[in-house]
């Protein structure tokens, strides 16, 4: 079991070379909007929660060196807004209004999804198409609805929903690596 796993893992680790390019155009979009002082906003369900919750901490805290805090915020972390806007107004949009209050023309916008169809996730990137923001997906290899509203979709050439989330924690490390090297002090 273990092994296969582990297998199943290195396949589609050794794909990601298909995804050098989109994953350097995403990278420069994180620089351009960082040195602009603009913001990279990132959201998702479950595990993608929690992958944007590490991202943002990545970037406003730091990834390996000693830099300037960088503007990273995840909108799955305040639990006031999410149950209140749940109860209020439905799930569906949680993310949106998140988006319509806190982006800016310019921010990046990364919504995170493995099945591309998490109905709020797609709902937070077209808000934030709407304003102006770079929108930004990652969702396993279908892409589907949120890759279908992105400027920059970064599907991880697998339908195993694990092996896609592990592929976006190390494809957000090296993102993060390189967001790094452009504000090294």
Same mark, same amino acid.
């Given at each position: 079991?273990?092994?296969?796993?582990?297998?199943?893992?290195?396949?589609?680790?050794?794909?990601?070379?298909?995804?050098?390019?989109?994953?350097?155009?995403?990278?420069?979009a994180w620089v351009d909007a960082l040195k602009a002082g603009?913001?990279?906003? %990132? %959201?998702? $369900?479950?595990?993608?929660?929690?992958?944007?919750?590490?991202?943002?901490?990545?970037?406003? =805290? &730091?990834?390996?060196? $000693? &830099? &300037?805090?960088?503007?990273?915020?995840?909108?799955?972390?305040?639990?006031? =807004?999410?149950?209140?806007?749940? $109860?209020?107004?439905? %799930?569906?949009? =949680?993310?949106? &209004?998140?988006?319509?209050?806190?982006?800016?023309?310019?921010? =990046?916008?990364?919504?995170?999804?493995?099945?591309?169809?998490?109905? $709020?996730?797609?709902?937070?990137?077209?808000?934030?198409?709407?304003?102006?923001?770079?929108?930004?997906?990652?969702?396993?290899?279908?892409?589907?609805?949120?890759?279908?509203?992105?400027?920059?979709?970064?599907?991880?050439?697998?339908?195993?929903?694990?092996?896609?989330?592990?592929?976006?924690?190390?494809?957000?490390?090296?993102?993060?690596?390189?967001?790094?090297?452009?504000?090294k002090e």
């Amino acid at each position: 079991m273990f092994q296969g796993h582990l297998d199943g893992h290195l396949a589609a680790l050794k794909r990601l070379d298909e995804c050098q390019a989109i994953l350097s155009a995403i990278a420069q979009a994180w620089v351009d909007a960082l040195k602009a002082g603009k913001k990279v906003l %990132f %959201f998702g $369900n479950g595990g993608s929660a929690a992958d944007a919750q590490h991202l943002a901490a990545e970037l406003c =805290v &730091r990834y390996r060196i $000693n &830099r &300037r805090a960088l503007a990273g915020l995840a909108l799955t972390t305040d639990t006031s =807004v999410l149950t209140a806007h749940s $109860n209020d107004y439905g %799930f569906e949009t =949680v993310f949106a &209004r998140q988006v319509e209050a806190l982006a800016q023309p310019g921010d =990046v916008v990364v919504g995170i999804s493995t099945s591309g169809t998490s109905k $709020n996730v797609v709902a937070g990137l077209q808000a934030a198409k709407e304003i102006g923001c770079v929108v930004v997906s990652f969702t396993a290899e279908k892409g589907a609805d949120c890759a279908a509203v992105a400027d920059y979709a970064y599907c991880v050439p697998t339908s195993v929903t694990a092996y896609a989330q592990e592929c976006h924690l190390l494809a957000g490390h090296v993102l993060c690596e390189y967001v790094e090297a452009a504000f090294k002090e």
